[in-house]
């Protein structure tokens, strides 16, 4: 498997979501619903939890930053001009 290849070469492994869609545009129990199956497999491969979520298309809501925080799962984002 990939990220267990990714895993021996000791690079981080992050999130991206299930399927790619925007986040900030679904309700709660969708988002989650594309962020903790990652976090499931990234935890089960690795053997710790993923701390980042690089959100498609950098969409994502203060709501989900702040899910995130509680979960400490940090936001990887760019800035305009980056
Ligand atoms: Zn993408």
């Known amino acids: 498997m990939v ?3 990714i895993a021996a070469d000791r690079h981080s492994i992050g999130m991206h979501g299930q399927s790619h869609r925007k986040l900030r545009q679904l309700p709660p129990c ?3 619903a594309e962020i903790l199956p990652c976090q ?3 935890s089960r491969v690795r053997g710790r939890q ?3 979520l690089r959100a498609p298309f ?3 809501s203060d709501e989900q930053i702040e899910w995130c925080a509680a979960r400490s799962i940090r936001i ?3 800035l305009l001009g980056s």
Do not use: D, I, K, S
């Open 3 to 5: 990220l267990q290849r």
């Open 30 to 32: 969708e988002w989650q």
């Open 40 to 42: 499931a497999t990234v």
């Open 50 to 52: 993923p701390m980042w």
């Open 58 to 60: 950098g969409a994502v």
């Open 76 to 78: 990887a984002n760019w």
